[in-house]
């Protein structure tokens, strides 16, 4: 029944060395997001696509970067993490702008 | 706007009782409005929506309450569990071609047995 998947749930990795985190839905939604929480905060938007329409938010960092190769998998790539970018990353998807966004469980990134 | 700060407003409330959560939310123009529960290491999860045609909409032991008047968006849950402890956000988008979400700050919802 899920609906959202993240994998892996907990990522660790060293200050500097690429990580990838991986979104797949099962929902043939058009749109998926990636967010980024710290604790106690609200999820901040990095990017979405809309089908294969890439739309980067202004502030996100160029570190931080996004593939979608097919409907069902979106892809966030970290080329160098730093110690400020541990966080909760979650993926959404929703039909369109419009509508509900569902949230995958979520990726805990550790940077050590 | 988006929401920063470290430390989260807390409700905390006895089980059996109802719960309010009020929200302000930033842009007159927003058309949609969301809440959603997030539970310790989890992802937020879809509770109910909103749109601006509306002023009431109630689902099973949630409500949800929206004054355009002054933007400002209420949950109430009805008989409040332990289970509905968690952190709960509000989150507002403009609608149109790149109309995302932007999330309110979040309550944090304690229930004691």
């Known amino acids: 029944d899920a609906m959202v998947i993240q994998n892996p749930r907990y990522q660790v990795t060293q200050f500097g060395k690429p990580v990838t985190l991986s979104c797949s839905q099962t929902l043939n939604h058009n749109v998926m997001y990636w967010y980024q929480q710290k604790s106690s905060q609200a999820p901040k938007l990095l990017f979405h696509?809309?089908?294969?329409?890439?739309?980067n938010e202004a502030d996100t960092p160029d570190n931080f970067q996004s593939r979608r190769p097919n409907t069902s998998f979106c892809f966030l790539d970290i080329r160098s993490p730093g110690l400020g970018d541990a966080a909760m990353y979650l993926c959404a998807t929703s039909v369109s702008h419009r509508d509900t966004q569902y949230f995958g469980p979520g990726t805990r990134l550790t940077v050590l | 706007g988006e929401s920063v700060g470290l430390h989260l407003p807390t409700l905390s409330v006895q089980e059996g009782d109802n719960s309010i959560i009020n929200c302000a939310y930033s842009n007159s123009a927003s058309d949609y409005f969301i809440w959603y529960k997030q539970e310790s290491g989890k992802g937020p999860q879809f509770i109910i929506d909103?749109?601006?045609?509306?002023d009431k909409r109630q689902g099973q032991r949630v409500t949800v309450l929206l004054n355009k008047t002054v933007k400002h968006l209420s949950l109430q849950i009805a008989a409040t569990q332990p289970g509905d402890s968690a952190v709960y956000f509000c989150?507002?988008?403009?609608?149109?071609?790149?109309?995302?979400?932007?999330f309110g700050k979040g309550t944090k919802l304690s229930v004691k047995p």
């Open positions: 696509y809309y089908d294969k329409d890439f739309n």
């Open positions: 989150a507002e988008t403009l609608g149109g071609s790149q109309g995302n979400l932007i």
């Open positions: 909103i749109r601006s045609n509306m």
